[in-house]
């Protein structure tokens, strides 16, 4: 089964730039299968990683950030493929 963990977090006023290098910096004790980082207005970053692993499976997750650098807590999800899709 593939499980994909989606972390977001949205930086403070104009340290955008920063949260991406932060989350770009940022490594896992395992290597997921594939991982994909992404931005949008509002200085919002998007990390997806799959992984090979059941769907409670323990995975390595990204950290929470400096407060001073988010607005406000990461969200994070976590997903599992469906055939079909």
């Known amino acids: 089964m593939t499980v994909a963990l989606m972390w977001e977090a949205r930086a403070a006023e104009g340290r955008g730039e920063e949260l991406l290098a932060w989350v770009s910096g940022q490594r896992l004790a ?19 990683t799959w992984w090979d692993a059941d769907f409670a ?25 469906v055939a079909g899709g």
């Open 57 to 81: 499976a323990v995975l390595p997750e990204l950290p929470e950030p400096d407060g001073e650098l988010v607005t406000r807590a990461v969200h994070r999800w976590r997903f599992e493929s």
């Open 30 to 48: 395992e290597p997921p299968l594939r991982r994909e980082t992404f931005r949008a207005p509002e200085d919002r970053v998007l990390v997806i």
